[in-house]
Structure formats: C-alpha cells, structure tokens
C-alpha cells in the first residue's frame, strides 16, 4: 500500500483544488487580478522553482521506494 | 540559589517591526524546526542497530516548498496583508500533517535493531507540493 503513495496521491487533487480556490475566494484573491502584478520575469522565475521542487519531490519519493522494496 | 536574570535577545528587541510581525516571524520558524526533530536516545545498551531514513533532506525539501508557497502567494497578491491571510489559511492544512514527532528510546537492551520511516514527512511533502501546483495553476503561473 506504501509504495503506491507516490503514484497515487494521499489527498486528491481535486479536494486541493477546491481548498485553494475557497481559501482564495474567503480572501478575496482575483486570479485574474493577480496576473498583471507578475512580470514575464518573475513568472519564468517561479515556473523554475516550482518545477525544479516538482522534480525533487519526485526524486524522493523514487528513492523512497526503492529503498522500500530493498 | 539566587542567580542573575540571564540576558534574552527578546528582551531588548531593537527591530523596528512591530510585535505581531515579529511573533510571527518566529512562529513561521517554530513550525519548520517542528518537523525535523527526531530524536532517539540509547541508553545503557549494547548491540543496537539503528537505522534512520533520509529525514534530514525530506525536512529541507519540505522547508523548500513551504518557502516557495509563502513566495509565489507574495509575488503575485500584491497586498502584503492578503497574503499574509492566505498563507495562515493554507497554514492550517499544512500545519496538521506535521505534528508528528518521533521519539526512540532504548533503554538497558542489548542486540535492538531500530528503524525509523519518514512516512510522515513523505506525506506532509506530497500534500505540499500538491499545495503547491494547485496553487501556481489556479493563479495561472503555470
């Protein structure tokens, strides 16, 4: 059951999904809004950093499991 | 025994933040350092075997996607107090997953073989990323 947790997430997407558009709609956070305050830059930037986590996280969880099934 | 009040960096705090910045600076740290405390104690044994799992690099990849949480919500609400609220909220849902802290103690054994998990982190980093990618999707970063 363990091994499957990084190919299958613990909490569903979709209930994250939710989560974060109420926590940002009680706060009054605009999406559409919110894009004119990034630069093309800082986008890049952030699009970088979460990539480059994403990539991390998953080499974690790979190593994770491997040694797991030692 | 009577002994000198002992001198506190708090106490002559010279920050020119006011005080719920500063609380709140240190409560952001309290909760980072939360997660990586693991401790196991051996006491009066012999033989013991113990083996930890990568904990110290789950805890700083967690610490990571925490931080960039709290810089992609600064970056792109431009109301610093927004912002601040939006992380406390997403702060609850982070915050749950990581109460877990580990204790092992061995005491006059001989011949143990401890093995701590990381499963509590695994899944605290999942959750956080998951944050993470719901969030940057839904301001459409990405």
């Known amino acids: 059951m363990m091994s499957e947790s990084s190919k299958k997430p613990m909490m569903p997407n979709k209930v994250i999904e939710v989560m974060v558009d109420s926590i940002f709609r009680k706060n009054g956070v605009k999406p559409e809004e919110v894009k004119d305050n990034l630069s093309e830059k800082q986008r890049e930037m952030l699009k970088e950093m979460v990539a480059d986590l994403k990539e991390q996280v998953e080499e974690f969880q790979q190593k994770r499991n491997e040694s797991k099934s030692e | ?142």
């Open chain 2, 1 to 142: 025994m009577m002994h000198k009040k002992e001198w506190r960096a708090l106490d002559y705090c010279d920050d020119q933040k006011d005080r719920a910045e500063v609380e709140q600076d240190a409560k952001q740290k309290s909760i980072t350092k939360q997660s990586s405390e693991e401790w196991i104690i051996i006491k009066d044994s012999e033989g013991i075997n113990v083996t930890t799992t990568d904990t110290q690099a789950a805890v700083s990849l967690q610490v990571g996607i925490e931080v960039a949480i709290a810089v992609v919500l600064s970056i792109t609400l431009a109301d610093s107090n927004q912002a601040k609220a939006v992380f406390q909220d997403l702060e609850q849902v982070m915050k749950t997953k990581q109460s877990n802290r580990q204790k092992t103690i061995v005491e006059k054994s001989k011949n143990v073989s401890v093995t701590t998990t990381d499963t509590d982190i695994a899944i605290n980093i999942q959750l956080l990323i998951q944050l993470l990618l719901a969030i940057v999707v839904s301001l459409d970063i990405l």
